[in-house]
């Protein structure tokens, strides 16, 4: 399967100038992409095909006063730009049909500079390289510090050069595992557990464990609360404004990398102990509608399953999701009692057929659990095919990771 590896890049001021005309040269392909399509949609015309638009948007483009400028980046920028017009008009067609998993796509939009992601990529024919000193070589941008967390397990098929909101750039490069390496990496094993995700607790195992919800957004809220306060005060447009949106978005930031470090390292850890995992397939969108909503995004189940989901694809593990319909809240886990609907404030319980005091969450863990091991035994397709790692796979996200990564 395939994997993205990201790591902190750290470009001088001449290859940051370097980038951003790259970004916005990207940009530009693109919108251009996005308009002529439109043109010929309200014309009633058929669209024009992925070489017709290269060779008018790119190739003859370049010998126009108009866009002469389009020259002074990587061709293979360009055309990876009118690939990812390609690939949105396609995925927004697909979720039309019904093709296409997940909430209905929208139609393609333009892209502007203010957005909080710019992104370029370069394939092989890019003829981009890692060098000797460990620096990232790039066509017309030169070579860029890189902070490497941990080696590159394979050579990488392309390279994407990201900048986020809060102006840090990132290298996040496509790598092809070994599925012998990862079979060493993490053997076989015969235990089985079962997760029941919760606000008071982040998580509790079947086997009685308890983990802690960090609750990073909450304990960052107030130094949150003050940097956006101080946003708000500066006058728009101006260069205070800007260093009060980058001092926002750096505090985010830093909630998001240390919420997305807790979630790698808790899945690493359950995934490497256990051969069957069960967790409960929650309606994350159903509760982000409901006065615990702030709670429920600070927790990130949705981020954490997900983890979950491509590392078990990743080791040979069975990843089981339980109904959100089936009560595991209200079974007795000892004899399978049927013990009804408790309110939330319901945290211990005993069973009115064998008398056994249940604790909530560990009593529903061990019925996930259950249910987990009841469909891997009645031999049902439970485990995910191979899935692409989210942007955050492993690397450098302003957060030191020395120790931890060894």
Not at 13 to 24: D, E, K, T, V
Not at 50 to 76: C, I, Q, Y
Not at 229 to 258: F, I, M, W, Y
Not at 365 to 383: E, F, S, W, Y
Request: one cysteine or more; glycine letters at 8%.
């Amino acid at each position: 399967m395939q994997l993205r590896y990201a790591f902190r890049l750290y470009p001088t001021p001449g290859q940051r100038i370097a980038l951003a005309r790259a970004f916005g040269c990207a940009r530009v392909v693109y919108n251009d992409a996005i308009a002529v399509r439109e043109r010929a949609r309200s014309a009633g015309e058929a669209f024009p095909t992925a070489a017709v638009l290269s060779r008018t948007l790119v190739t003859e483009a370049k010998k126009t006063r108009e866009r002469h400028w389009l020259g002074e980046v990587s061709a293979v920028v360009l055309q990876q730009a009118l690939r990812d017009a390609e690939s949105a008009y396609r995925n927004f067609f697909a979720s039309l049909k019904g093709e296409r998993r997940g909430p209905t796509s929208g139609a393609p939009r333009f892209k502007s500079r203010k957005d909080r992601r710019q992104a370029v990529r370069f394939t092989a024919n890019a003829r981009w390289k890692i060098t000797e000193a460990g620096r990232l070589s790039l066509p017309k941008i030169g070579e860029v510090r890189v902070r490497w967390s941990r080696p590159l397990p394979s050579v990488p098929s392309s390279v994407t050069v990201v900048k986020d909101a809060a102006g840090r750039y990132f290298a996040s490069f496509v790598i092809d595992t070994d599925p012998a390496a990862d079979a060493a990496r993490m053997p076989d094993t015969d235990q089985a557990v079962g997760i029941d995700l919760g606000l008071t607790h982040f998580a509790v195992l079947s086997d009685g464990t308890k983990i802690d919800s960090p609750r990073f957004l909450r304990r960052a809220e107030k130094k949150l609360k003050r940097a956006q306060r101080e946003l708000s005060r500066k006058q728009k447009g101006s260069r205070n404004r800007e260093k009060a949106r980058l001092k926002v978005a750096r505090a985010h930031a830093r909630v998001a990398d240390a919420r997305r470090e807790f979630h790698h390292q808790l899945s690493t850890q359950l995934i490497r102990e256990n051969q069957t995992v069960a967790v409960e397939d929650l309606a994350v969108g159903g509760l982000a509608r409901t006065r615990l909503a702030k709670s429920v995004h600070d927790a990130g189940w949705s981020q954490f399953v997900g983890m979950l989901v491509y590392k078990a694809a990743r080791y040979g593990r069975t990843l089981v999701k339980v109904g959100r319909f089936e009560p595991t809240s209200q079974v007795c886990s000892a004899c399978g009692h049927p013990g009804g609907p408790k309110p939330l404030q319901v945290r211990e319980w005993t069973c009115p057929a064998c008398g056994t005091v249940h604790d909530r969450d560990h009593n529903a863990a061990k019925n996930i659990k259950a249910a987990g091991l009841a469909v891997t035994a009645c031999g049902a397709q439970v485990r995910p095919g191979p899935v692409p790692a989210q942007r955050g796979e492993a690397g450098s996200h302003g957060i030191r990771t020395g120790a931890r990564a060894a």
